[in-house]
């Protein structure tokens, strides 16, 4: 019933989201029919914008981020990100996504309901999702349009300026705490919240842990800011165990919508592979069979499977390695790669590596060892939950692991950091904004290969995405003062609090 309605819920949000003109609007009001979309409804449309469609999920997410973490390599050019060169629309593919949909969207949600002066978990929760689209998108751009964006049919404004992130971070925090707090023990939204199903505490869990997101993303740009929220956000209740792990749920359709715009990706291309730095680590570790499978005959056997250099064209692997792309481990499809996955925005993983790391750093009490441990193991044993295909890892799985890479104070830093990425594996936004914020995994260049002769980082790895070139003329003021505070429109320039 939950995927039918979710289904339902986009294809009449798809019939009435064209803008028209405004006295034609006003002429084909039926008075029979209510003036607005229920907010319900508009909340699980904008979930799944927000999950994404294929064309951003195989640009932004895998042909970019994915590449510059070193999760995925391919031979294939137009895989721009594992070359470093620049295609603007693939590189832009978020901004251009995001602000049509997810934006537009979240604020139409929050701007009804301020209207109807409602103030109570419908509002919570939009707040909440609002900081999570903001934040991914800032993430990934540094400066945006904040808080004028969305709103050309509310406010009028057509030319959005761009916030300094710093700005955007400090009210996004605000927004969620506030979020949190309006949110009761149950919930108004039905079968239309395809996160957590009308659980309230899960929601206020998630809304913690998001907060604790943000909080640590300042450790390097503004550390006392930083500790203050990161404190504030795991007194207030962070997510406790996988059940808590935020996600959508697709289905096969009928509308694209509603499948994994990852899962879309595979459909279309066959030419991702795992990263040999990611197979490397991923030695000797019981996700490895779970995750990847050799191209040529789909075998699972951990001694198949070997991770493909990154910054190589079929060309070049040939000549060094004598292989090709069939040689090496791709991710592994009918476990992890159907269209019907899911789509995980936040784990409880993730969670449990970012109090180790505030033990650490002085911000929270607790053993640091127990939470890395507790982190190591949700991360392994969230992929049965989550891909009903995918091995169960079992506590003794987990414990030989742990005895044979036993945590080190000496390194902890390092060792949460290179979890905290084995776990993003498929979430490449978050794998790429820890990356840049913590060094952690160090990563050389294409993988330390030699330097693909047409990049355009002089080498060196990617800090961030650009912005469409269109806003040069559809917004040049504006664009021209971002530009101006945060530095040029490069991959090699650093966000603010990459800085």
């Known amino acids: ?151 050309g049919f509310i406010d009028g404004v057509l030319k959005p300026k761009y916030d300094a992130q710093q700005d955007i971070y400090m009210d996004m925090l605000k927004e969620i705490e506030e979020g949190v707090a309006q949110l009761g023990s149950s919930s108004s939204l039905g079968a239309s919240d395809l996160i957590f199903q009308g659980d309230m505490g899960k929601w206020k869990r998630f809304g913690n842990s998001l907060m604790l997101r943000l909080a640590m993303r300042l450790s390097k740009a503004d550390p006392a800011t930083a500790q203050a929220w990161a404190s504030k956000a795991i007194s207030a209740g962070v997510m406790t165990s996988n059940a808590d792990i935020a996600y959508i749920q697709h289905t096969l359709g009928p509308e694209g919508i509603n499948k994994n715009g990852h899962g879309e990706v595979f459909m279309a291309d066959g030419n991702p592979r795992l990263s040999k730095t990611f197979v490397d680590f991923l030695k000797d570790d019981p996700r490895l069979p779970i995750l990847g499978a050799r191209r040529s005959d789909g075998s699972t056997n951990p001694a198949d499977l070997i991770g493909m250099p990154n910054g190589l064209t079929s060309g070049a692997l040939a000549a060094k390695y004598g292989t090709t792309s069939a040689d090496y481990a791709e991710p592994n499809r009918g476990v992890i790669t159907g269209e019907d996955a899911p789509m995980v925005f936040q784990t409880y993983a993730e969670v449990e590596f970012m109090i180790a790391e505030a033990i650490i750093k002085g911000w929270a009490s607790g053993d640091a060892k127990a939470h890395y441990e507790a982190g190591v193991r949700g991360a392994m044993q969230m992929l049965s939950m989550l891909y009903p295909n995918a091995a169960v890892i079992t506590d003794a799985e987990v414990d030989t692991y742990l005895a044979a890479k036993p945590y080190n104070p000496a390194n902890a830093l390092e060792m949460i950091g290179e979890q905290y990425w084995a776990a993003t594996f498929f979430n490449e936004y978050e794998a790429f904004a820890n990356w840049r914020r913590t060094g952690f995994p160090v990563l050389q260049p294409f993988g330390g290969e030699a330097i693909y002769d047409g990049n355009v980082t002089n080498g060196t790895i990617p800090r961030r995405l650009i912005y469409p070139n269109s806003e040069n003329s559809t917004n040049a003021e504006n664009f021209a003062a971002a530009l101006s505070r945060q530095g040029p429109n490069e991959f090699t320039t650093r966000v603010w609090w990459d800085k």
């Not at 009435?16 to 979309?37: G, H, L, R, Y």
């Not at 999702?129 to 540094?142: E, K, M, N, P, Q």
């Open 1 to 151: 019933m939950k995927k039918l309605l979710s289904l339902l819920l986009v294809l009449s949000l798809v019939i009435v989201s064209c803008d028209f003109d405004k006295d034609f609007e006003q002429m084909n009001i039926d008075p029979t029919k209510a003036a607005q979309i229920d907010v319900n409804n508009k909340l699980a449309s904008v979930f799944l914008r927000t999950s994404g469609e294929r064309y951003e999920n195989w640009r932004a997410s895998f042909i970019y981020s994915s590449q510059i973490v070193q999760h995925m390599s391919s031979t294939a050019t137009y895989w721009t990100g594992n070359f470093y060169t620049r295609n603007e629309g693939y590189a832009t593919s978020l901004f251009d996504r995001a602000y049509p949909q997810q934006v537009k969207e979240i604020e139409d949600i929050i701007f009804q309901l301020e209207n109807d002066g409602v103030t109570g978990d419908q509002m919570g929760i939009a707040r909440i999702w609002r900081a999570f689209i903001y934040h991914r998108i800032t993430d990934l751009y540094g400066d945006i349009p904040y808080s004028e964006a969305g709103k």
